[in-house]
């Protein structure tokens, strides 16, 4: 049985699909699975079970990288095709089976509205699939002796970004509770791109409680690594869906974006999010704001106490 499954090109939105392809896995377990996906996602499906080709899909001008991924996927008959993104190219491919994602205007969880879309009566967690090496580097990076926090404060758009001020002030708080948070170590995760970004966030961090891994390592061994954390601080990015399929308590700060349909879904995941619509918070922006700046850290500070 040969299944091809289309994903997203971004890391969050592949994440959460991610569930459903392990669902997909256990019903049929000796099929052969094609995953086509961008670069930026494709390292959490290389250690797929039964993965028998990753296509990656580039961005290219005038759309032509659909082209791409129709020759590439055109000249075998599949059993099923599970298209997530959207992209009508199942339609174009000899299957026997077909499943098209069609965009909804309800505001449940996406990976809420992934399962209803499949036909699935609950919900699956997300999943990341690993390799012994990954779990050994995680073993060799982080020491037992620590309380890991992971705290990630960049994201793809800056308006979505809690202040470095903020997340420094809640390190400050948590260092202020060793009953809660024993031995406190911070983990700051972000890409090699977004380190200038936050540099100012180290230097107000002490330098012994706190670890550089933007950038540092794959993404399969940060896997490993936010799977040792006992708490992710971050804005609504990739990492924060990372966090919550890999079970790390996870707290996610919104504020531009849909909390109802992109929030982290995992056993222990919790929002702290701007108390107005949407539509208001734009206009802020437009107007200049750093709406970020209204969560408070008190408010973060007990929503990560309560999630722990």
Known sequence: MHILFITSTYLGDAILSTGLLQTVL??????????????????????????????????????????????????????????????????????????????????RLKVHQIAKWFGLSKTPLNHIWTDKQHVDKAKNLLQQKHTYIAFSPAANWDKKCWPLSHFASLAQKILKNPKI?????????????????????????????????????????????????????????????????????????????????????????????????LDRTFKRIEKGEDVMQDLSVEKVYNAAKALI
């Open 181 to 277: 948070f024993p031995k406190p170590k911070f983990l700051i995760l972000g890409t090699a791109s977004q380190q200038k970004e936050v540099d100012t966030l180290f230097q107000k961090l002490p330098e012994k409680q706190t670890m550089d891994l933007m950038g540092k390592i794959d993404l399969l061994t940060l896997a490993e690594c936010l799977k040792k954390c006992q708490l992710f601080v971050g804005n609504d990015s990739g990492l924060m869906h990372l966090a919550a399929a890999c079970g790390t308590p996870t707290l996610g700060l919104f504020g531009p974006s849909p909390v109802k349909v992109y929030g982290p879904w995992g056993q222990k995941t919790q929002t702290v999010s701007l108390n107005e619509p």
């Open 26 to 107: 256990k019903k049929n377990p000796n099929a052969k699975i094609t995953v086509a996906c961008g670069p930026v996602a494709a390292p959490i499906f290389k250690h797929l079970p039964n993965l028998e080709k990753l296509i990656i899909i580039e961005k290219k001008q005038f759309s032509l990288h659909w082209v791409y991924l129709w020759l590439k996927t055109f000249f075998c008959f599949w059993d099923f095709v599970i298209d997530v993104r959207g992209t009508g190219i199942a339609f174009l491919l000899p299957a026997k089976k077909r499943k098209v994602w069609q965009s909804s205007k309800t505001e």
